[in-house]
Nanobody
């Protein structure tokens, strides 16, 4: 199993910045890609950014140019630097770790989520 612990969420004004962190523990040898998803009230969970073990990245169109994902492979930590935040970025952000260990949703392991609220 893999455990993920997120930190760094909070309340920020529009145009501000936040940095999310997610530290992995447990069977971290099984992790390949890591990423961040978010879920706003009444909406489905969506991929925000993903980074492979070789640091290839991909982003949702809505955050390109504003958010940057990075990872520390030695410490097994993934970061999400969020700049120029908008009210529509308000959501619970979840860290995800893709693993060859089977999980019920086949999407890997999840953190508990951290709230990001952007005020206008």
């Amino acid at each position: 199993q893999v455990q993920l612990v997120e930190s760094g969420g909070g309340l920020v004004q529009a145009g501000g910045s936040l940095r999310l962190s997610c530290a992995a523990s447990g069977s971290t040898f099984s992790i390949n890609a890591m990423g961040w998803y978010r879920q706003a009230p009444g909406k489905q969970r969506e991929l925000v950014a993903r980074i492979s073990s070789s640091r290839r990245t991909n982003y949702a169109d809505s955050v390109k140019g504003r958010f940057t994902i990075s990872r520390d492979n030695a410490k097994i930590i993934v970061y999400l630097q969020m700049n120029s935040l908008k009210p529509e970025d308000t959501a619970v952000y979840y860290c995800n770790a893709e693993s060859y260990i089977a999980t019920p949703d086949n999407l890997g392991f999840w953190g508990q989520g951290t709230q990001v609220t952007v005020s206008s």
